[in-house]
Structures are given as structure tokens and as C-alpha cells.
């Protein structure tokens, strides 16, 4: 198959089920273009590593002269003035753009039923969410609209669609990948993630965008390893699994009863797999909604109709009255009710109460994770507690969809790299998937024990 027959194909599968909502946009013409001139490049045996994938971009990720929204109607009309380093480096290797994709407005969201270009549907079950925020990424892998997905990552925006869509995603370590472009929620836990259908795959887009860069300085300099030239397991490994996770009270039958034949799978095979006390499970959320919304308060304050996006069309007397208007009017419930959070962890009578100690408990359960790892090589963990839920089901109840992180967040709170990898399907038919985390850095064999997995 050419380029250009690959890109027609996705065009079609994208036209052919609208009500999936994956995309907010697609390149159509440019994308057939650049197929053209990559497929040339092939037949002149020229053509970059990634020449041939088609990729969609999360509504967060900037590409230089293309709309960018955060699935916000405070970024209406918009337009990127310059490209994400990742999108940068996807097409230095050839990579053909097709799109980008709905979220969760500012990727705050577990459903992605928060954008203002409306829900997504998961394609296992259209009554269904795809989980988010980068839920439309999550759609667009799973029912076969492009060969990948860039989104991104701050509590498990990456693992839990890729879970409740059944297919593979990435979180790596915090550092490993510029964050140069990506629009900002909680920086101290953003990342950029990788959706795919196979592990390869992943492991070639990670090999691309991974490592140094001079416009980001909290990027790590450490090298990147050829990850898609090392995906075999050579020797026996040591696996965690925590007793609060499995023994968490929300947690579906099905899904348990999948983490538990991983367990005697891998004994069979002749891994140690251990259970490990991970007493602060409890504290993790608590932890990331303090620190995420104090961190996206200050974020979005940028957010204020004065140098682009929307603007209150109502009158004002002054430019405080401008900024209200405009701020409500343009950001939806879920990303207000975060800044207003956010502002009050900030605000000087509850800064020690609430943002200090939840720095402190960050150090707590970031070295309590660190300490697992000094005796294994992997922490082996549900992604999600359960598999995707109806729309519209957790949308009264706020806590219940922050629930949908619990076992995701703590590789965001401590940094380091994790993976979900689809493992089977529910009662349902929906799909189920396992997370393993590893110790910082360690992607390369965390991909090589996730592909001998799948
Ligand atoms: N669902 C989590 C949240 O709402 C995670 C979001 C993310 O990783 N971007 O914050």
C-alpha cells in the first residue's frame, strides 16, 4: 500500500463514522500532498524512519499554521505560530500529519465529555466514553483512523483511553519528552504520550521525539536508546504488584480476575512476581487534585481575552469586568471549577494546609515508590477500576470520575515511565487493560516486558 492509498483509507474510516467525534479536524488535502512527496522519497530510498505513519494530534499539541483550541472555546480562532518540538521532530522523519483530536477541555477530564466540540464515543460501544482527556486519540488508534496518537498525560490521560479503548499507551518519564508546544495544565506532571496499535510502533514515535532540547530546559539530556531495536526479554524479572490495588473496593471483577492470571502467568514463565504494601494509594489523588489545580490555576490565568482567543462580546466598564466575562463565557464548568480549586490551595490562609503538605506527601509517595524499585524491576497494576462506563454515568459526580485515575496518577506523582497494554475484554466485550510502571528512565525495558506481555 502507498502513502497516499494509507491516507485516503483513514480519510474514508474517519468520513464513514462522524458520530465517533475523534477528530475536530483533518487535513485532508495537505496530508494527501505530503503522502505524495513521502511516497516519492520511498522510491528514491530516501525516506525518514517514520515515513509511511499516519499521525493525529491531540488538541493540545501545536502544529505550526493549524487552529490549536484545547477543545476550549476561550482558544476560538486561534492558530499555532509555531510547531510543538514533537511535531517537529515527527516530521523530520517523515511522518504525515492527518488531524487533530478531541479532549478533555485543557485535557482535564477522565470521559472527554468535557470539550466544547462535544463527547467522543468509544468504538467498542458507542453509548460508551472512550475515558480521556485524550479520548479522541484513544478512538482514532482503536478504530483505525490513523497509525498513532500523540496526547498527553498528567494523571493518566494517555493510559485510561488507551485501556477502555484497548490499545497501547504510553506515559514516559517525566523529562524524557519536550514539552515545547504542548499547552500547559499542571507542569510539574505534564507529559507527552503515544498511542498505537502495537508496541513497535510506540517504541520507533518514542525513539523520535524523545531526548534533548534547547527550548525546554526541564528536558532530560540523557540518551535516547534505539527502543524499537531492543524488545526482547532476555532474563527473568522481578515483579511488584500492590496490595491496595487489588484489594481496592471499586474494582470490577473481571479486571481483578485479569491482573491475577497475568500473576500466575509470569510465575509460570519463572518471573518473581511479589505482593508489595502500598499503603499511601490512599493519599495519591488527594495529592494530584491539590497540586494539578494549584499548578493549572496559575497555567490558565494566561487565558484573558487580550491577546487572542475569545473575547466577551458584552459590554465591560472595566478590564476586570472584560476578564470575567470572558473567562466565563469561555471555559466550561469542569476547568473552572479546577482554577477556582486551584486558587484556593494557592491563597494565603490555606497554602500550608493544602499545598505544602500535598508537596510533602508528592516526596512521600514519590520515595516510597522509589524504594519498590530498589527490589524490582516493574510494578505490575490495573490501569483502570473499571472498564469504560456509560456517557453521561459518572457526569453528576465528580469524585466518582476522578476515581477513574487512582491507579494511574502515582507514575505522574512520582515521574516515572508507565504503560497500558490492552489484556482481553469483560463480561461486555469491553475492553480491559493491565499497567505496568517501571523506574525512571527505564523505557526500554519497560516496552521490551510490555511487548513480551501482549
Ligand atoms: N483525568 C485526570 C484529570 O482530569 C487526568 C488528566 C490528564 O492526564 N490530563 O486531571
Given at each position: 500500500?502507498?502513502?497516499?492509498?494509507?491516507?485516503?483509507?483513514?480519510?474514508?474510516?474517519?468520513?464513514?463514522?462522524?458520530?465517533?467525534?475523534?477528530?475536530?479536524?483533518?487535513?485532508?488535502?495537505?496530508?494527501?500532498?505530503?503522502?505524495?512527496?513521502?511516497?516519492?522519497?520511498?522510491?528514491?530510498?530516501?525516506?525518514?524512519?517514520?515515513?509511511?505513519?499516519?499521525?493525529?494530534?491531540?488538541?493540545?499539541?501545536?502544529?505550526?499554521?493549524?487552529?490549536?483550541?484545547?477543545?476550549?472555546?476561550?482558544?476560538?480562532?486561534?492558530?499555532?505560530?509555531?510547531?510543538?518540538?514533537?511535531?517537529?521532530?515527527?516530521?523530520?522523519?517523515?511522518?504525515?500529519?492527518?488531524?487533530?483530536?478531541?479532549?478533555?477541555?485543557?485535557?482535564?477530564?477522565?470521559?472527554?465529555?468535557?470539550?466544547?466540540?462535544?463527547?467522543?464515543?468509544?468504538?467498542?460501544?458507542?453509548?460508551?466514553?472512550?475515558?480521556?482527556?485524550?479520548?479522541?486519540?484513544?478512538?482514532?488508534?482503536?478504530?483505525?483512523?490513523?497509525?498513532?496518537?500523540?496526547?498527553?498525560?498528567?494523571?493518566g490521560?494517555?493510559r485510561?483511553?488507551?485501556?477502555?479503548?484497548?490499545?497501547?499507551?504510553l506515559k514516559?518519564t517525566?523529562?524524557?519528552?519536550?514539552?515545547?508546544?504542548?499547552?500547559?495544565?499542571?507542569?510539574?506532571?505534564?507529559?507527552?504520550?503515544?498511542?498505537?496499535?502495537?508496541?513497535?510502533?510506540?517504541?520507533?514515535?518514542?525513539?523520535?521525539?524523545?531526548?534533548?532540547?534547547?527550548?525546554?530546559?526541564?528536558?532530560?539530556?540523557?540518551?535516547?536508546?534505539?527502543?524499537?531495536?531492543?524488545?526482547?526479554?532476555?532474563?527473568?524479572k522481578r515483579i511488584a504488584y500492590l496490595k491496595e490495588t487489588i484489594e481496592s473496593?471499586?474494582?470490577?471483577?473481571?479486571?481483578?480476575?485479569?491482573v491475577?492470571?497475568t500473576i500466575?502467568?509470569l510465575?509460570?514463565?519463572?518471573h518473581t512476581v511479589e505482593q508489595v504494601d502500598f499503603p499511601l494509594l490512599?493519599?495519591i489523588?488527594?495529592?494530584?487534585?491539590?497540586?494539578?489545580?494549584?499548578?493549572?490555576?496559575?497555567?490558565?490565568?494566561?487565558?484573558?481575552?487580550?491577546?487572542?482567543?475569545?473575547?466577551?462580546?458584552?459590554?465591560?466598564?472595566?478590564?476586570?469586568?472584560?476578564?470575567?466575562?470572558?473567562?466565563?463565557?469561555?471555559?466550561?464548568?469542569?476547568?473552572?471549577?479546577?482554577?477556582?480549586?486551584?486558587?484556593?490551595?494557592?491563597?494565603?490562609?490555606?497554602?500550608?494546609?493544602?499545598?505544602?503538605?500535598?508537596?510533602?506527601?508528592?516526596?512521600?509517595i514519590k520515595e516510597s515508590t522509589d524504594k519498590i524499585f530498589e527490589n524490582y524491576d516493574f510494578i505490575l497494576l490495573p490501569t483502570?477500576?473499571?472498564?469504560?462506563?456509560?456517557?453521561?454515568?459518572?457526569?453528576?459526580?465528580?469524585?466518582?470520575?476522578?476515581?477513574?485515575?487512582l491507579f494511574t496518577v502515582q507514575a505522574n506523582v512520582a515521574g516515572i515511565p508507565a504503560i497500558s497494554i490492552?489484556?482481553?475484554?469483560?463480561?461486555?466485550?469491553?475492553?480491559?487493560g493491565i499497567q505496568l510502571m517501571a523506574q525512571y528512565?527505564k523505557e526500554?525495558e519497560l516496552l521490551?516486558f510490555a511487548?513480551?506481555l501482549?
Open positions: 500500500m502507498t502513502c497516499q492509498e494509507k491516507v485516503k483509507k483513514y480519510i474514508q474510516n474517519i468520513k464513514a463514522k462522524p458520530q465517533l467525534n475523534a477528530f475536530l479536524e483533518i487535513y485532508e488535502e495537505e496530508a494527501l500532498q505530503r503522502a505524495a512527496q513521502i511516497d516519492a522519497k520511498i522510491a528514491a530510498g530516501n525516506a525518514g524512519k517514520l515515513a509511511g505513519f499516519v499521525i493525529g494530534l491531540k488538541d493540545v499539541i501545536c502544529y505550526q499554521n493549524h487552529p490549536l483550541q484545547a477543545s476550549s472555546k476561550i482558544l476560538n480562532g486561534f492558530v499555532s505560530q509555531f510547531s510543538a518540538t514533537v511535531t517537529e521532530r515527527l516530521l523530520a522523519e517523515d511522518a504525515i500529519i492527518i488531524g487533530r483530536q478531541n479532549c478533555d477541555e485543557f485535557a482535564m477530564g477522565s470521559s472527554n465529555e468535557n470539550s466544547a466540540f462535544g463527547i467522543a464515543r468509544n468504538a467498542a460501544d458507542e453509548s460508551r466514553v472512550p475515558g480521556g482527556s485524550s479520548g479522541g486519540s484513544a478512538i482514532a488508534v482503536q478504530a483505525d483512523l490513523c497509525d498513532i496518537s500523540l496526547g498527553s498525560d498528567t494523571g490521560s494517555v485510561q483511553p488507551a485501556a477502555f479503548c484497548g490499545v497501547v499507551g514516559p517525566y523529562s524524557r519528552i519536550s514539552r515545547f508546544g504542548l499547552i500547559a495544565y499542571a507542569s510539574s506532571f505534564d507529559c507527552i504520550g503515544i498511542f498505537g496499535r502495537n508496541i513497535k510502533d510506540v517504541a520507533l514515535v518514542l525513539e523520535v521525539i524523545a531526548g534533548k532540547d534547547d527550548q525546554d530546559s526541564t528536558v532530560s539530556s540523557q540518551p535516547v536508546p534505539a527502543y524499537s531495536q531492543q524488545l526482547s526479554v532476555t532474563s527473568k473496593e471499586g474494582l470490577q471483577p473481571e479486571i481483578l480476575a485479569t491475577k492470571n500466575e502467568q510465575k509460570k514463565d519463572g490512599k493519599y489523588l488527594p495529592v494530584y487534585y491539590i497540586l494539578t489545580t494549584a499548578e493549572a490555576s496559575s497555567n490558565l490565568a494566561r487565558y484573558d481575552g487580550v491577546r487572542y482567543g475569545h473575547r466577551t462580546k458584552e459590554d465591560f466598564e472595566d478590564l476586570e469586568e472584560m476578564y470575567k466575562k470572558t473567562r466565563s463565557e469561555g471555559f466550561g464548568s469542569e476547568v473552572q471549577r479546577r482554577i477556582m480549586l486551584g486558587t484556593f490551595v494557592l491563597s494565603a490562609s490555606y497554602y500550608d494546609a493544602y499545598y505544602t503538605k500535598a508537596q510533602k506527601m508528592r516526596r512521600l483502570t477500576p473499571t472498564t469504560a462506563f456509560k456517557i453521561g454515568e459518572h457526569q453528576k459526580d465528580v469524585l466518582q470520575m476522578y476515581l477513574a485515575d490492552p489484556k482481553g475484554t469483560d463480561e461486555q466485550g469491553l475492553p480491559i528512565f526500554d521490551a511487548n513480551y501482549m
